[in-house]
Structures are given as C-alpha cells and as structure tokens.
C-alpha cells in the first residue's frame, strides 16, 4: 500500500478517534498519553491526508509493548495491520531484546507470522458493583517510604522494569504491609485497576478493596484463585472473549499468579 508511517501529535486526535473500534473503550485518553510520554512511539497510518490505522511501541528499560494497534473497519482486509505492525516490531526490536503484546482475535495471526509466542490467556469479566468491606489493617495508602519495594515487587511480578511508568501513579496506590514489607499493591483507577502481590492473603484482600471504574478487566486464565475470587465477588465472566499475551525474543520470568489486576492491553 502506498501509506505514510509517521508520528502521531495532538492535532491528530479527532481524526484518531474515528478509528474506534465498537468494542474498545475510549481509546482518546490513552492516545493523549502515548503523545506524551517520550517513552511512547505511537504512530499513525496516512494516505492522502487521511488517517487509516495507528499503534504504539511502548519502551521499558528491558523490554517494549506494542498495544493499540487499529485499523479502520472501511480499510481493514488490505494488508494495512501488518505494515502498522512490522514498523513497530522492527522499531521496538531495534532496542530491546523481548517485546510484548496482547493479541485479539484479529490480530494474533500477524503476530504469528512474525514470530511472537503464547505466553498466558487472560480470561475477561464485567464489573459489578461490589459491597463495601471492612478496610483490612494490613492495608493502607501509599508513602514514599515504599516506593523502592513497591517498583521491585512490579519487576518480580511481571518481569518488565518499568518505573518510568509506575512512578506517574504512585501517589494513587494502596499497599498491604505487615511489620514494614510490602506485600502488595494496587492502584485502583488506573486502567482496570492494577493490583499486584507476593501472597495470597495481600492479593485477595486488595482486590475486595479496589473500587474499579473499568466496565470491563482481565485475570490471567491461569490464575484460578483470582478468578475464583472475581466470581464470588459478583463480576460476570463473559463467555467466550480471552486474549492472549504474547511473546518475542527472549521470554521474560513473570508470575501470573501475582497478578490479581492488570492496567490493561493497552500498557501492559
């Protein structure tokens, strides 16, 4: 196709936000973030003045995602989520040696052909509202005491050194910490509401507090005392939507099982 790659600005927003897909939230206010950020190459797909398609490489300091890749529904079928993507996977790979994404449906054959790896399916719930519960003592708000094990416990838990993403919204956290170690954290509005820890206890205590805003988050399928607690919690499992994580490069050590929340495909 003869389309222009480029980088995407802030005057680009109203006609990005054509490109919706029905079954996306707002994708507006992450694109807004991805202009932002430095450590955000997120693009768009071009011809003739009309923007076709966009995604972004998203750049950690040992590994890279590539998320919010979309094609317009009037020019899908022409070969254009492929160039969208290999730009991407060529930038990110010049740089790091693992890169990551969660693949639709529609995307995950692309990603096979170059060369990515299941890693984890994420099975999908609706929000429901939940009952109000007794704060738990071990669980508090956020200080900046913590900040250095709460950004280890995030490399352990998901294998990616990314403060430069989590450092934004620290001050947003709740922790669980008995006698001073962190066991646990989560940061409710972010996305589905990222809630991440070492032990069961921590994990399942965080999420009866985390109030998320999200209509809709994700558990590793894998993770079968989350999803257990999901369930008992109310949330409607919806039948038959999962994604899959996805690897390229070198695989990196992660544990589903400490993931009670994820931000969401779009970071990660």
């Known amino acids: 196709?003869?389309?222009?790659?480029?980088?995407?600005?802030?005057?680009?927003?109203?006609?990005?936000?054509?490109?919706?897909?029905?079954?996306?939230?707002?994708?507006i206010p992450i694109v807004n973030y991805y202009i932002k950020s430095p450590f955000c190459h997120f693009i768009v797909a071009e011809q003739h003045g009309v923007i076709m398609g966009c995604g972004t490489s998203i750049e950690h300091g040992n590994c890279a995602w590539l998320a919010t890749i979309i094609v317009g529904e009037e020019y899908r079928g022409l070969?254009?989520?492929?160039?969208?993507?290999?730009?991407?996977?060529?930038?990110?790979?010049?740089?790091?040696?693992?890169?990551?994404?969660?693949?639709?449906?529609?995307?995950?054959?692309?990603?096979?052909?170059?060369?990515?790896?299941?890693?984890?399916?994420?099975?999908?719930?609706?929000?429901?509202?939940?009952?109000?519960?007794?704060?738990h003592?071990?669980?508090?708000?956020?200080?900046?005491?913590?900040?250095?094990?709460?950004?280890?416990?995030?490399?352990?838990?998901?294998?990616?050194?990314?403060?430069?993403?989590?450092?934004?919204?620290?001050?947003?956290?709740?922790?669980?910490?008995?006698?001073?170690?962190?066991?646990?954290?989560?940061?409710?509005?972010?996305?589905?509401?990222?809630?991440?820890?070492?032990?069961?206890?921590?994990?399942l205590a965080l999420m009866a507090v985390n109030k998320r805003q999200h209509p809709l988050f994700a558990l590793p399928s894998s993770h079968e005392v989350a999803i257990a607690q999901a369930c008992d919690m109310g949330h409607q499992l919806i039948p038959n939507r999962t994604a899959i994580k996805m690897y390229w490069g070198k695989r990196l050590d992660w544990f589903p099982q400490w993931q009670y929340g994820r931000i969401g495909g779009n970071l990660g």
């Open 137 to 203: 003592r071990n669980i508090t708000v956020y200080n900046d005491v913590l900040i250095n094990q709460i950004l280890q416990l995030d490399y352990e838990a998901t294998g990616e050194y990314r403060p430069n993403l989590i450092d934004q919204r620290l001050s947003e956290a709740l922790v669980y910490v008995n006698n001073g170690k962190l066991y646990g954290f989560c940061i409710p509005n972010w996305g589905e509401g990222l809630i991440l820890a070492r032990t069961k206890e921590a994990g």
């Open 1 to 27: 196709m003869d389309v222009k790659l480029r980088a995407a600005t802030a005057l680009d927003i109203p006609k990005i936000k054509e490109l919706q897909p029905k079954e996306w939230g707002d994708i």
């Open 79 to 135: 070969g254009l989520g492929s160039i969208i993507t290999a730009y991407l996977f060529d930038f990110a790979k010049s740089k790091v040696q693992s890169i990551l994404l969660i693949a639709t449906k529609l995307g995950y054959p692309i990603y096979k052909k170059l060369g990515f790896m299941d890693d984890e399916s994420y099975t999908f719930f609706e929000q429901q509202p939940v009952k109000p519960v007794m704060p």
